[in-house]
């Protein structure tokens, strides 16, 4: 089971902390289903260089992201010229079959939790169907992820784990819908299930990947009772709305919330609506801040640029309000228009779309015509807003008005996360990053608990 890297991970431009983060958990959650005399191997190509060269398995499974589309269907090419039977799934297989089709012997759409299984059994008995796609949405009886496969030492967070899948929100930039059509594209583990997966988590630390933690109010509240007590620091996603709703923050917080990333998206309220972000419009951006700080959460907010009401002044307009808000990370992106997407849809039929090198589709990079300004001040802007953010005299206004504890908490964050990269570098090229998870715990946590 193959993540290839995506085209970045050998370019200068390379971050390798940001893909020394998480382990491959989609492809450790199929792996669950395989029975217990097959073989499998998991490599994760951000954090590891294997020789495939001479790799002959009954099946190679690899995920396909957008970004690592180009690698992965030239492993599948050289995977296939050996006579191995390639099984192509995950995000842009589902937004492009057909392109993936070409390369493969099988092509999996949308979650994998029904169709691997049936895969699995059909390929058992040499009848395995070229295409699979997946309707029947459920996190009921999903068998324990193999995590043993996961090499651990390689990440910063090795326990990531995800209790939902999708998100009540139709978001027109966002995957969800084209990745979940046919199906329920919003749905849950039973609490007991989800509990039990945290359990088996070692260490303190977590980081929840899901896009909602907080969509289903009862399922959030009766996940956070159930962590209480568990002695668990951990990160996780959520929408503005959610935050805002009375008592889940706090109740969060007590099962050890400590960081919240949040989809500001954009600080005009016009591209709201235009996005169908209905979720944001309308909201007191500076309340959501508030509230989160008050409940001693750090917030990591993401910004896209480049939606149809954006000038040239809207990367100073929004690195002013998060710093002025005390956002402790922030995270920017040009805005993308993803294959299968309705913006996608969108700008080809106003012939919008500059070209379909996808390598380039990594939100870094201008692919659209924007309407209020150049590609050129679009991508500029994009970098400065960054440098503008990490400053060190931006991050000290940020974190000043805060608490000492909190302040603390702030500066040690944003500037451990930003500021010190090449000392994560130099970490993860020895193998050591996972010596670094107890300092982010205790960043996360204790300057806070200490004081309180
Ligand atoms: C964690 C994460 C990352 C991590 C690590 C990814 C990893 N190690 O897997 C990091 C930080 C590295 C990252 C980076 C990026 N990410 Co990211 N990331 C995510 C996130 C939040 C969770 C992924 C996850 O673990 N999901 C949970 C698991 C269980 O689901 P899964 O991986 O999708 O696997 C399931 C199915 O896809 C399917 N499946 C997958 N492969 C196969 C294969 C077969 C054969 C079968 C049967 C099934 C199957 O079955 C699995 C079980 O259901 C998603 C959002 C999301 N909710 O998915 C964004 C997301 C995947 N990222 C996205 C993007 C854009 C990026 C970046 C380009 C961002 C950037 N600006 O740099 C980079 C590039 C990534 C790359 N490798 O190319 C987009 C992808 C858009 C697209 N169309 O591809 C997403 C959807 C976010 C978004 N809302 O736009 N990301
Ligand atoms: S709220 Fe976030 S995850 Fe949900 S549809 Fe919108 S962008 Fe996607």
């Known amino acids: 089971m193959i993540l290839p890297a995506l085209t970045e991970a050998t ?13 491959p958990l989609g492809l450790a959650t199929l792996a669950g289903y395989l029975s217990p005399d097959d073989e499998v191997r998991i490599v994760d190509e951000h954090v590891e260089r294997a020789d495939l060269t001479d790799d002959r398995p009954d099946v190679v499974v690899i995920q396909v992201y957008i ?14 010229a050996r006579g191995v039977f390639v099984a192509l ?25 029904d169709t691997w299984p049936q895969f699995l059994a059909d390929h058992r008995r040499g009848e395995a169907a070229p295409r699979y796609e997946s309707t029947t949405r459920t996190l009921q009886g999903l068998p324990p992820i193999r995590r043993d496969l996961i090499k651990r030492e390689r990440y910063l967070v090795p326990n990531s784990i995800v209790v939902s899948r999708g998100c009540p929100h139709h978001c027109d930039f966002c995957y969800k819908d084209a990745f979940f059509e046919g199906g329920k594209s ?86 709201l609506t235009e996005q169908r972000k209905r979720q944001n419009v309308g ?57 299968g997407t309705a913006l996608y849809k969108r700008m080809q039929a106003d012939d919008r779309i500059v070209h379909h090198d996808w390598d380039l589709y990594d939100t870094r990079h201008v692919v659209h015509r924007p309407r209020g300004m150049t590609p050129e001040q679009l991508e500029a802007g994009y970098w400065q807003a960054y440098r503008d953010f990490y400053r060190w005299g931006n991050i000290w206004r940020g974190a000043s008005a805060k608490p ?31 010596r670094a998870l107890p300092l982010l715990e205790t960043t996360l946590n204790r300057m806070r608990v200490a004081a309180q």
Request: charged residues 25%; negative net charge.
């Open 186 to 271: 919003y749905y849950t583990q039973a609490v007991d299930d989800a509990l039990a997966e945290i359990d088996r988590l070692p260490g303190k630390h977590l980081y929840f990947l899901d896009d909602h933690l907080f969509g289903n109010r009862r399922f959030a509240e009766a996940l956070f009772e159930g962590m209480k007590g568990m002695g668990r620091v951990w990160q996780a996603a959520s929408t503005v709305d959610a935050v805002l709703a009375p008592g889940l923050v706090e109740k969060a917080y007590a099962a050890g919330l400590r960081s919240m990333f949040v989809g500001f998206e954009t600080v005009n309220e016009a591209n």
């Open 283 to 339: 909201r007191d951006y500076d309340a959501v801040a508030r509230r989160l700080h008050d409940a001693g959460v750090m917030v990591n907010a993401s910004f896209v640029f480049g939606m149809d009401g954006d000038g040239p002044d809207v990367f100073g307009r929004t690195v002013e309000w998060a710093v002025g808000a005390g956002l402790e990370t922030a995270t920017f992106h040009i805005m993308t228009p993803y294959p």
């Open 67 to 80: 970004t690592s589309a180009r690698r992965s269907y030239e492993l599948a090419d050289q995977y296939r």
């Open 11 to 23: 370019s200068p431009l390379f971050r390798p902390i940001k893909y020394s983060l998480f382990p």
């Open 404 to 434: 000492l504890p909190d302040r603390m908490r702030h500066l040690a964050y944003a500037g451990g996360w930003k500021k010190f990269e090449p000392l994560w570098d130099a970490l993860i090229r020895s193998r050591q990053v996972l």
């Open 89 to 113: 799934g995950g995000l842009h297989v589902t937004s492009l079959p057909d392109e993936a089709a070409a390369h493969a012997d099988a092509i999996f759409l949308g979650p994998g939790e």
